[in-house]
């Protein structure tokens, strides 16, 4: 027993970091699983918080692991989750009723996620905060049912996370093998969300705060490597779109034609232009394109919908022009429904907002009680004017990604999930303003972060003990389905705990 006692304290001494990439995989994934087991919805391919494109996500999987070839059709969804979970499907087998063992290898991806954000947060803020910081990470709400269902965000966060690490080991400029590998991860995250590829421009803005004495020559030909490598891994892709819009363009010889540019996906002008019009709430409103016939669903062939798909940005921008007091009025309500994110909670049982709330069309789940996103977001806007200031300027750069995260919702839809997706740059923000008022007073500088997150640990223990019991029952009311009288999932939908 002695020479056990010894051996772990030595594996603590010797080896502190593989040991905390360790336990905080180890306790995020335990997590998960026990949320798993707590709710109703473990079996199916999404979640009651959160149904999003899981349906597309499903039925593109399972065409891509049976190699079944499928008619031409729109590149609209960016494609490197779908692939994913195919992957998933060749490997565990093709869904045989139940989603579970594919909402747990995607609880595990997440998990990865959380411990290896940890690993570079550690560089930024130092083991005691970076620590409270994965804790809150692990125990996010959001994070649990995004983690557990058929959502690209879970893949997106590590290819976040895995960017600004690159960005600060590389802030100075990239080393070659920085430059390809930075370049391979800008690409394969943008064919998980397109926006990604826009985040360059806010990158090389933070980069050129550390340039020293570096030529500019020999940082634009690195940079521009890295940029390189990024449009080699969308190439493929890109080809395969050229492709396809090509053979649509030939089946609709009497209309304009589509570009047949398009590195990710085409749905840009489209979403600008159902994002920005009259009847636009701030979220996800397809109103603007089911009004134009074939029952909501995107056609090519439509003389209407290739408008829009054409000519999307024009239409939004001539009606901001128009009405411009209405259109700030609804980039507050795009920023409120993404800020909505803060309100979620931590745990199994979102504290402290509770599990009584409202779901929006493709996004997220939000209680009733949003009272906490108002404190919350006080921090994030300290945090992000603190890392404005000479001695905390490394955190600009997630500042940078906040910022584009903000421009990209006031061009389009305000989505909660949004927010909950750059989780590896809102965390060290919301911490920055306790971290250097802690720095003050020595004394709190590790006290503090280790007692929040022991008392996190109590989530744990709630979830073990919710996970014992029988899944908890949940009611949801919404618009149903004139013929099923099923709830309609791409509706608003509301939820209590029974």
């Known amino acids: 027993m002695r020479r056990l006692f010894i051996s772990t304290r030595e594996l603590c001494t010797r080896h502190p970091v593989a040991l905390g990439v360790a336990a905080t ?57 779908p692939w994913c979970l195919g992957l998933l499907y060749r490997v565990l087998g093709e869904p045989q009723g139940s989603a579970y063992p594919y909402k747990l290898a995607l609880a595990l991806l997440n998990s990865a996620t959380v411990a290896f954000t940890w690993w570079w947060w550690r560089r930024v803020m130092g083991t005691a905060w970076s620590l409270l910081g994965a804790a809150l990470f692990a125990s996010s709400f959001g994070w649990l049912v995004l983690s557990t269902t058929y959502s690209n965000e879970v893949l997106y966060a590590l290819f976040l996370s895995a960017t600004c690490a690159l960005m600060l080991q590389h802030r100075a400029g990239p080393t070659w093998g920085g430059a390809v590998l930075l370049g391979a991860v800008m690409g394969l995250g943008s064919l998980t969300r397109a926006e990604h590829l826009y985040l360059w421009p806010f990158l090389l803005a933070w980069a050129w705060l550390y340039r020293g004495k570096t030529p500019l020559s020999a940082l634009a030909l690195r940079w521009g490597a890295a940029a390189l490598v990024s449009a080699l891994v969308l ?47 701030g979220g996800f409103t397809p109103d603007s394109v089911n009004q134009l016939g074939q029952d909501g669903h995107l056609d090519v062939a439509n003389p209407a919908h290739r408008h829009l798909l054409l000519h999307g940005y024009a239409r939004g921008l001539e009606w901001m022009r128009e009405h411009p007091a209405d259109a700030a009025r609804l980039w507050v309500a795009k920023l409120d429904r993404w800020l909505d994110g803060l309100s979620l909670g931590f745990g199994a049982s979102n504290l402290p907002s509770g599990l009584n709330g409202n779901r929006a069309p493709v996004d997220l789940f939000v209680p009733e009680g949003t009272w906490l996103k108002w404190p919350l977001l006080l921090l994030l806007v300290a945090g992000a004017v603190l890392s404005l200031l000479p001695p905390w300027r490394t955190y600009a750069l997630f500042t940078a990604v906040l910022l584009h995260r903000a421009l990209i919702t006031l061009a389009f839809f305000g989505y909660t999930r949004g927010l909950l997706a750059i989780f590896p740059v809102l965390v060290p923000l919301l911490l920055l303003p306790l971290v250097v008022l802690a720095a003050r007073r020595p004394a709190l500088a590790s006290r503090l972060p280790a007692v929040a997150a022991a008392a996190l640990l109590l989530l744990w223990v709630e979830a073990g003990a919710l996970a014992l019991g029988a899944p908890r029952g949940f009611m949801a009311s919404g618009s149903t389905d004139s013929a099923s009288g099923k709830l309609i999932q791409d509706d608003w939908v509301r939820i209590w705990l029974r």
């Open 25 to 81: 995989f180890g306790l995020s994934l335990l997590l998960r699983w026990l949320f798993l087991q707590a709710v109703p919805d473990r079996t199916w391919p999404f979640s009651i918080f959160f149904y999003g494109d899981s349906r597309f996500f499903h039925a593109y999987a399972l065409d891509w692991a049976r190699d079944r070839p499928s008619q031409a059709t729109l590149p609209y969804h960016p494609p490197l989750f």
């Open 235 to 281: 190439a493929p892709w890109a080809i395969h779109n050229a492709a396809v819009l090509r053979e649509l363009n030939a089946r609709t010889p009497g209309l304009e034609p589509l570009p047949e540019l398009a590195p990710v996906t085409v749905y840009g002008p489209i979403n600008f232009a159902m994002a920005n019009h009259a009847g636009a709430t």
